[in-house]
Every structure is written in C-alpha cells, then in structure tokens.
C-alpha cells in the first residue's frame, strides 16, 4: 500500500512538473488561457535597437495623398504651438508610451491596462471584441478596443484628435510629425517568449497617406524593474522653466 | 555660426541634448546656442518632477556670487539608475555643464555634473536607455 501511496505522489508530481512551464521563456498565461502581457517593459523598439525615445522610420512612409492635410507643422517660435508639452500638455498616443520610460502592462481576461511612466498615462483597452463608440469626441489618446486572433492580441484605436505623431523633433526641431483627426491604428501584440512581445504598429491616417504602414517592434520584458514598479512622474509639481521663462527660485 | 557649430558640436559630444527625451524637448526651454559650464557648491537640491533641479553657488571674477538653477532628470529615472537624493549634497563641490534658460536668467539644463575626483553623477539623461 505504502509503495502505491509513494508511486501516485511521483505519478503525479511528474504530471504537475509537465505542466509547469519548465524554461524562462515560456510564455505566460491568464486564467482564460490568452497569452499574458503583465509585467514590466521597456518602451517599444525595433529589435535589438537601443536608446531612448522610438519614431517612426521615414523610410517606410508611404506616399502623401495628394491635397491631403499636412504631416510637417511649421514651427512657429510660440513655445505653446511648438512644444505644448513644456505646458504639461499631453502627448497623446502612440507619442507617450513611445519615450524612454517603462510601461506595466496588467491584465485580465476582460481588460488589458498599458500604463507608461511618463505622466502615468494609462490606456484602458477592453478585451472584449466590442466596437468603438459611436460618437465620441476625439481625445489625445483615443479610443482602443481589443480582440484576439489566436494568440495574438489586436487592438484597435480610433477617434484622435489631430496632434503630434511622434517625437521626432527631437532629432530634427524642424520637423514635427502631425497625425490628422482620420488617424486610426492597428497594434498587433504576440508574446513570443517570456521576455519578448512582437508589436506590430499599423498607422492608418487616410487624410494624409495613400495607404497604411506598419513598424515591427518589439517589447522588451524587465522583471528587475517588478520590485519598484513605475515612478511617479506629474509635470506641475515643479515645471520651473516652461517655454524658458523660469519661475524665480 | 561658430557658436552654433560648438553647440551642436557639444551635443554629439557630450549628448548634452539629452534634457529633450524627458519630459519635454529642450529646446522649449533652452537655448542650444549658450552653453554655460560654471564650477561652484551645491547648495539645494529639489528632487520633484517633472525634473530635479539643483543649485549652485558660483563665484563671479568680482567676487559676487550668482546661484545657478539647473535641472536634471526625472526623478524616477535617476532612481532606475541607482542615483538618489543622496548622490548629490548641499556643500558638494561641482562642476556642471549644459545649455541657458532661453530668457537668459541663471538657469540652465545641468546635463553633466562632474566631482572634483572626476565622477559624472547623473548626466541630466546622458545615455538614457543605454544605462537603465
């Protein structure tokens, strides 16, 4: 008797082992058996890229849609215009979780929560597969809505207001990237190991381009940074220099 | 011309454009074209966001004492780093580098921050997402 008790327990510890994911780069997953994207990540990149904020490749810009709206906003010399967030402005999406900052990703199996550092945005996108809503008023970050297709997560964002693309000013002051008030995008998220989300970025923005682009990124996992989480970061506390008028000390 | 050339000279050198990857682009607030390098003591130490700022008292050639504004990086980011509150003290001796306020008051962005002994303490956000 004793020897079949100490055979079941080694029958089924060896089961349970089976299951448990046995390499670091299993994919983790929830509940309801969809891929899990939480955790901590660094900002979306191009793979085995380094440095701090992503942009857009020019290179894969598709034609502009001839008597289209602008792309490049003229600078202007007004710091409100041209840097609004000096202003503590928002920097809309995809801008804001595109900078140098980490992003915690939570989730369940009826909403997926991205929040980056800088300013703590939050995108709350539900998982759902529900259709965007109808009449809305357009915002800086939008209105995501997420399904899956296997294993891969597509989320959906629409009802933009026009605002900056991205932060490619930072490279060149002279161009500033706008996207229009038509500004739609396709994320594609695929967890392809512990440590690595494939992010596929889909831009639509019919009022400028003749067609959509896609960039292939990546998310990179950073377990260290689970212990502490994200910062604080708010832009009033101390913005002591907006525009280049300082506050006096 | 040549002011220009040296700034952005300065730039690729000493990536000293860095304050543009926080929280906003420097050249909102700075003007790229004044490099300031000044040496004096720490004498306050603001760890806010959406940048730290720290001030300096620096003698003038007569004798006067100016006390310089600089800001750095997010706090968070510093933290990311291992670089605290603590790693930069009222009294320290500092030699700091980086670009005026555009409204030309005594405040700057404090990109490089160098110890008498040589050590470089948080580099406003020199090598940001190389060194995280």
């Given amino acids: 008797m004793k020897r079949v008790v100490v055979l079941l327990f080694i029958a089924l510890a060896t089961a349970v082992s089976a299951q448990t994911p046995s390499t670091s780069t299993a994919v983790p997953r929830t509940g309801d058996g969809k891929p899990d994207f939480s955790g901590m990540w660094d900002n979306p990149k191009p793979p085995g890229a380094r440095g701090p904020a992503t942009v857009f490749d020019r290179a894969k810009f598709p034609p502009f849609k001839q008597g289209g709206e602008p792309f490049y906003e003229p600078r202007t010399g007004d710091p409100r215009h041209d840097e609004p967030r000096a202003f503590c402005m928002p920097s809309g999406f995809p801008s804001a979780f595109l900078g140098p900052y980490p992003v915690q990703m939570i989730q369940n199996a009826r909403t997926l929560v991205m929040v980056t550092e800088f300013m703590r945005v939050a995108r709350i996108i539900p998982l759902d597969g529900r259709p965007h809503q109808a009449d809305i008023e357009p915002t800086y970050y939008g209105d995501p809505v997420g399904k899956w297709e296997g294993d891969t997560l597509v989320i959906d964002t629409t009802h933009f207001k026009r605002w900056s693309l991205d932060d490619f000013y930072y490279v060149n002051p002279k161009e500033y990237r706008m996207h229009s008030d038509a500004f739609h995008t396709i994320e594609r998220l695929t967890r392809v190991d512990a440590n690595t989300i494939k992010y596929d970025f889909t831009v639509d923005d019919p009022k400028i381009f003749t067609r959509p682009w896609t960039e292939n990124w990546e998310f990179k996992r950073h377990p260290e940074w689970d212990k502490t989480g994200l910062f604080e970061m708010v832009c009033n506390e101390n913005n002591r220099c907006p525009g280049g008028q300082c506050v006096k000390q | ?132």
């Avoid at chain 2, 011309?1 to 543009?20: D, E, N, Q």
């Avoid at chain 2, 990086?73 to 670089?83: N, S």
Wanted: proline fraction near 5%; aromatic fraction near 12%.
């Fill in chain 2, 1 to 132: 011309m040549k002011t220009r050339f040296f700034a952005w000279l300065s730039i690729f050198l000493f990536g000293t454009v860095a304050p543009a990857l926080a929280h906003h682009s420097a050249i909102a607030e700075y003007d790229l074209e004044k490099p300031v390098k000044v040496s004096g003591t720490v004498t306050r130490v603001e760890w806010t966001n959406p940048h730290i700022w720290f001030y300096v008292d620096v003698k003038n050639v007569d004798g006067t004492v100016t006390n310089w504004g600089f800001s750095g990086a997010p706090p968070g980011v510093l933290q990311r780093r291992g670089i605290s509150r603590g790693s930069l003290k009222p009294g320290d001796q500092v030699i700091v580098q980086g670009f005026r306020a555009k409204d030309g008051s005594f405040n700057g962005s404090g990109d490089t921050v160098t110890f008498p002994d040589g050590r470089r303490v948080f580099t406003a956000m020199e090598g940001l997402g190389q060194q995280r």
